[in-house]
């Protein structure tokens, strides 16, 4: 009797255990299916070029080939279709007024006393629009983040599938989504490529069906390997200056406002007791010095030029030469002298500011409140005396229960406004927060607390 329980005891093990196998979700299966197939063998030093095309986008990554180690340099533009439709919802068909009505008289204004239509509105021209600083349409390049690319490089080399579905009947392209796709991945390898049109997603996981239009095969995809490439803009932007923290700087030079000064970088490797001091004064401590590299922590890359293009060579109006507003030249450990430029470009009544780094390796455009108030206060580090200096500066102690400054009005928006990952620009005019601290358009940097 006891033999019978152990055996019914098991089978109705068995049972439960192929019940799971048997019910489990798709996308799960995929994910531990020893089935994977690659669709292209590629290791990375072959890669040339992996390009996603949506319905309004096209983003592009090419690796650029080192001595050491490739850089991905990523472009997205929008698609002519995207282009030609902005803001055409918004014309009025000819010969149509506001209520619907056609005709001749269509649209035109009545007298005050219900008479003749007047013609003194029709007749008084429309001033002309001051052009755009920028062109929002224009295709965005950048430098990829070695480190956040890395990551979705090692999903393409090599390009593999979750499962191969094998060839699907065009009678079932509705149910994986190829009756009208609207995404195509392309990428290219060892002199070879493949093309895969990008189906619907699995539920759950997001898994993409793709399939190759040439040879007909379908396949299931690691989601990650369209949304990667999708919102690169925003995930793998090189957005800061510097491939070096704060806390490996021996010295540094800073030059502003016709002045130099070159400080040290005392006990650098323990945080709370790190500290700027001028290198002519080192037993003097002054907390401006942290507190104004806090801030410089905060410059973030907005957009990248085109190569060789200098600054202004983004906007649309003319502007003034670029004039020269900070250098900072760093002493790293174990690493070249490393150099930061940044420059002022003035158009329009406004201020924009660009920078060039070891780095970026070209130039590139900030966000242009933060550089201009890291700009006036670089006075006070470099002991110059500025005529626009503001009666108390951030960088200047403030008592810790003092009430903070009312706001004022903020200007018009950054004409920059790219978009940056995961910012939103405020207007040029936000002031900046006491003590270092984080200006409303400004990306997530490092605390401005002092080394």
């Not at 396949?219 to 999708?230: A, N, R, S």
């Not at 455009?365 to 580090?381: C, F, I, N, R």
């Not at 960088?395 to 009312?406: G, I």
Request: proline fraction near 9%; charge should be negative.
């Amino acid at each position: 009797m006891k033999s019978v329980w152990i055996h019914g005891a098991l089978a109705l093990l068995g049972l439960t255990l192929a019940y799971l196998t048997w019910t489990k979700p798709e996308e799960e299966a995929a994910d531990e299916d020893s089935g994977a197939v690659d669709i292209l063998a590629c290791a990375e030093p072959q890669l040339a070029k992996i390009e996603l095309e949506t319905k309004g986008q096209i983003v592009s990554m090419v690796p650029e080939k080192g001595a050491e180690e490739p850089t991905y340099w990523v472009t997205t533009s929008k698609k002519a279709e995207q282009k030609d439709n902005v803001g055409a919802g918004e014309a009025k068909a000819p010969g149509k007024d506001e209520a619907g009505l056609t005709g001749p008289d269509a649209g035109a204004p009545e007298a005050a006393d219900g008479g003749a239509p007047s013609d003194t509105v029709a007749d008084k021209p429309e001033p002309p629009k001051q052009p755009r600083p920028h062109d929002p349409d224009a295709p965005v390049t950048f430098l990829a983040d070695k480190k956040k690319v890395g990551s979705a490089i090692e999903r393409f080399t090599p390009l593999s599938a979750l499962r191969g579905l094998g060839v699907v009947s065009e009678a079932r392209y509705a149910e994986f989504g190829f009756d009208e796709p609207d995404t195509e991945l392309r990428f290219e390898c060892g002199g070879k490529s493949v093309v895969l049109e990008i189906g619907g997603r699995t539920y759950g996981s997001g898994h993409r069906y793709a399939r190759d239009p040439k040879s007909k095969q379908a396949y299931l995809l690691d989601g990650k390997l369209v949304t990667d490439i999708q919102s690169a803009r925003f995930k793998f932007m090189q957005s800061t200056l510097h491939g070096f923290e704060l806390a490996d700087v021996d010295a540094a030079t800073v030059t502003a406002h016709g002045k130099s000064r070159r400080l040290l970088h005392r006990d650098r490797k323990v945080e709370e007791r790190a500290q700027w001091v001028d290198a002519a004064a080192p037993d003097r401590r002054n907390e401006l010095f942290g507190n104004w590299f806090g801030r410089l922590e905060q410059l973030k890359v907005r957009s990248y030029l085109e190569p060789n293009a200098g600054p202004g060579a983004d906007l649309q109006v003319a502007a003034s030469p670029a004039e020269p507003v900070l250098q900072l030249e760093y002493e790293v450990e174990d690493q070249p002298p490393a150099k930061l430029e940044l420059v002022r470009v003035r158009a329009q009544d406004k201020e924009f500011f660009y920078a060039r780094s070891e780095t970026t390796g070209r130039w590139v455009t900030m966000y242009d409140s933060v550089a201009k108030q890291v700009v006036q206060d670089a006075a006070l580090v470099v002991g110059a005396e500025v005529e626009a200096e503001p009666e108390v500066s951030p960088l200047q102690s403030v008592a810790p229960d003092a009430a903070p400054a009312a706001a004022p009005t903020p200007a018009a928006a950054d004409p920059h406004a790219h978009g940056a990952p995961g910012a939103t620009p405020a207007a040029h005019g936000a002031p900046p927060a006491a003590h270092g601290g984080t200006p409303p358009e400004a990306p997530a940097g490092h605390p401005p607390a002092g080394h």
